[in-house]
């Protein structure tokens, strides 16, 4: 082909290219029916970019109520398949904002791709309460609603009635217009706004938060007098002025009302309506405190598309969230902008009142940090609607609703269970301790001659790191405390069988010559299975394990230590098994072998006993943690008393039987110990009728 041909081809094709735009692509999931302000926002910002060419196009996807029955079953799910996947197909997510924490992990942060001026415009208003998760910003509001009182001025004015200021006027007007108006039978005096979805949450939320003390206040805990007497007011309201149909009237229903004048107060999300009512925030249970849901639609950017992508994404971003089109949404759609400073502007207040939006109090719905949003909601409304509608009692209800997300933990001052087991524990360390000087007592020694003083040590040193594990379980269980449970027990046992298993080894009989294991090199020995754990806590702490919430239904949640969170940590956790479980059925065999050895017969009995009575609480541990226990203080319990029991049984049949048999000292017992200590008896060579048998 001639070069000429070539060279046209080349820069035709290069000209093709420079022209062609890029194409952006967002989703949005709305409620509404119409999805108008993202449309808008779309048709903008396309009319935007082609008068200042540049060569991009914004398409929006929108699934409505219309056309999307997943939207309405579950619209936190919907959306979050699609980012999960790390798909590259949207570029920019419209999202509602009650599930900012729960999106946070597939968005950008805009810090690093919008200017600081351009996040300013929002840092000062409500924007914060619902745009960050912790110090990152994941979106910028398209929008945001507010719930307020729509008043009926001519049945007020009929009435000579004043506008209400606070809850107890609303319920006392309401009652008196309702007698008043005792033939309307169609006459809805309050209605509440409680359907059986999400908006129900939103109206109990800030009904609670209205009964704060001041403006400043916090939301009031649930299960403080604040929080009772905005229930049992809900309830009045309900009883006096209105009925459980009319509260659980859907939202459609309630705007086709507003139409109408046949309402008294009606408390809806805020909108252009008819002008027989006067707008007002929400009262509260004292004048001038208030409060009001947010809601509303973010838009963030989609974390896994290219840089390149990002880039262009944040200039539709800016550009939607920009002071001159949220002004412009306010004029033409009369939705509300979370840039609070709009509402400054005389044009903005000449069509919209400027003072109802700077008199509203605003609070963001629940951010629950231990259960997903969806799960907090659904069962925030059930109890909601058990007080409402089946006459449960307030503390009863908002102890439910507190105990979604408390987690339940054992500490020294409460329960009464973890008091007890932990006096227990003391006490236990305490004889431990106090009963360790007889092992440095010369007259004594024979009664311990089993193990030399320092593997006598190295025992109860292990039964100390077994009541450890029970301290660790107080207060919050994180994951470092679960590891150490894990390297603790690991340990505890080492440094508990190891010296008895070591002992028996020495003194099987020298006649068996099949047992190869040199009985001099004690240390070695202890020190091979020390190294086997260090080996196996490594490994065990490059795991990522942390505690496991137990959801109890109704009931109080808890947190357990999960022994592994995958096949790794599975195989991982059946070695520790099986290297403890092979040492144990090793000492069963060489005790059998002893059985009859005189110098060794006592104790060699005892610790069989001692084995036994740990594999049957082995396996009473592995049932209780295979049932599902439903109550924080019975698992606690359950886990501790194994843990004590295994304890104290091992340190009563090994050691304390032994200072018993000292403090009781008998002539018999002192003259064995005298003609031990002058080196008068072989025990080597000692026959069983050397001595009766319940010596020593």
Same mark, same amino acid.
């Given at each position: $082909? ?223 007098? /604040? ?48 002008? =027989? ?21 973010? +838009?963030? +950017? ?43 502007? /005389? ?7 400027? /003072? ?27 109890? +909601? ?39 227990? =524990?003391?006490?236990?360390?305490? $004889? ?26 190295? =025992? ?133 072998? /002893? ?64 200072? +018993? ?28 009728? $050397? ?6």
């Amino acid at each position: $082909m001639n070069l000429y041909y070539i060279i046209l081809i080349i820069i035709l094709y290069t000209q093709i290219c420079k022209g062609e735009k890029v194409k952006l692509k967002a989703i949005a999931l709305s409620y509404q029916d119409s999805g108008e302000i993202f449309n808008f926002m779309t048709y903008e910002f396309n009319k935007y970019a082609k008068a200042n060419n540049l060569d991009m196009e914004l398409f929006l996807n929108l699934y409505t109520s219309k056309n999307s029955s997943l939207l309405v079953n579950n619209y936190g799910t919907s959306l979050e398949y699609l980012m999960n996947k790390g798909l590259t197909d949207y570029d920019l997510y419209f999202y509602d904002i009650m599930y900012t924490k729960r999106y946070s992990s597939y968005l950008e942060d805009l810090r690093d791709w919008l200017p600081e001026d351009h996040l300013e415009l929002y840092s000062s208003g409500v924007a914060s309460q619902f745009c960050k998760n912790g110090d990152k910003w994941v979106g910028l509001p398209a929008h945001v609603l507010y719930d307020v009182l729509y008043c009926n001025m001519n049945l007020l004015n009929k009435y000579n009635k004043n506008i209400p200021k606070t809850w107890n006027e609303l319920l006392k007007i309401g009652k008196d217009i309702r007698q008043y108006e005792k033939f309307n039978n169609n006459l809805i005096i309050y209605n509440g706004l409680f359907p059986d979805y999400e908006t129900s949450l939103c109206s109990a939320h800030e009904f609670i938060y209205s009964f704060r003390n001041t403006k400043e206040s916090p939301f009031p805990d649930y299960t403080s007098k /604040e929080v009772i007497d905005a229930l049992n007011m809900l309830r009045n309201l309900k009883d006096e002025l209105s009925d459980n149909d009319i509260f659980k009237s859907q939202e459609s229903e309630t705007l086709n009302s507003l139409f109408s004048q046949n309402n008294l107060f009606i408390k809806f999300w805020l909108l252009p309506t008819n002008p =027989v009512y006067k707008v007002i925030p929400l009262v509260g249970n004292k004048e001038g405190v208030s409060g009001s849901t947010i809601g509303g639609t973010n +838009i963030g +950017i989609n974390k896994f598309i290219s840089d390149s992508r990002k880039r262009l994404a944040a200039k539709a971003l800016q550009f939607m969230t920009s002071k001159e089109i949220q002004k412009k949404i306010l004029l033409k759609l009369k939705s509300v902008s979370a840039i609070h400073s709009l509402y400054d502007d /005389e044009e903005v207040c000449a069509a919209i009142d400027c /003072e109802l939006i700077k008199n509203i109090q605003p609070i963001a719905r629940p951010n629950p940090k231990i259960v997903s949003y969806d799960l907090y909601s659904e069962k925030f409304r059930k109890y +909601i609607s058990d007080f409402l509608y089946e006459d449960k009692s307030a503390p009863d209800i908002l102890n439910k609703i507190e105990n979604i997300e408390k987690i339940y933990e054992i500490n020294i001052t409460s329960p009464l269970a973890g008091i007890i087991i932990f006096v227990l =524990v003391i006490i236990s360390l305490l $004889m431990i301790l106090f009963t360790l000087p007889f092992l440095f007592i010369k007259k004594y020694k024979p009664y311990f001659r089993f193990l030399s003083t320092d593997f006598w040590i190295f =025992v109860l040193f292990g039964l100390v790191l077994h009541l450890i594990v029970i301290l660790i379980n107080y207060g919050e269980l994180t994951k470092t405390k679960c590891q150490l449970r894990y390297i603790l027990w690991l340990f505890g046992f080492t440094f508990y069988f190891i010296p008895l298993f070591h002992s028996f080894i020495e003194n099987f009989p020298k006649e068996r010559k099949y047992l190869i294991i040199n009985r001099n090199y004690k240390y070695l020995f202890l020190i091979f299975f020390i190294l086997i754990d260090i080996i196996l806590s490594k490994l065990y702490l490059s795991l990522s394990t942390t505690p496991e919430i137990k959801f109890i239904e109704n009931g109080k949640n808890y947190r357990v230590c999960k022994l592994y969170i995958n096949n790794y940590g599975k195989y991982l956790y059946l070695v520790s098994l099986i290297e403890k479980g092979l040492i144990v059925i090793a000492m069963l065999i060489l005790a059998f072998h /002893e059985w009859n050895i005189w110098k060794i017969l006592k104790d060699v009995r005892s610790i069989t006993v001692a084995i036994l009575i740990d594999i049957f609480l082995y396996a009473l541990y592995i049932f209780m943690i295979s049932i599902n226990i439903t109550h924080y203080i019975a698992f606690y319990l359950f886990y501790s008393l194994i843990i004590l029991i295994f304890v104290l049984s091992n340190y009563a049949i090994i050691y304390g039987v032994r200072i +018993i048999r000292i403090l009781t000292n008998n002539d018999a017992d002192i003259l064995f110990i005298e003609a031990l200590s002058k080196n008068s008896l072989d025990l080597e060579s000692s026959s069983n009728e $050397m001595f009766p048998s319940n010596y020593i």
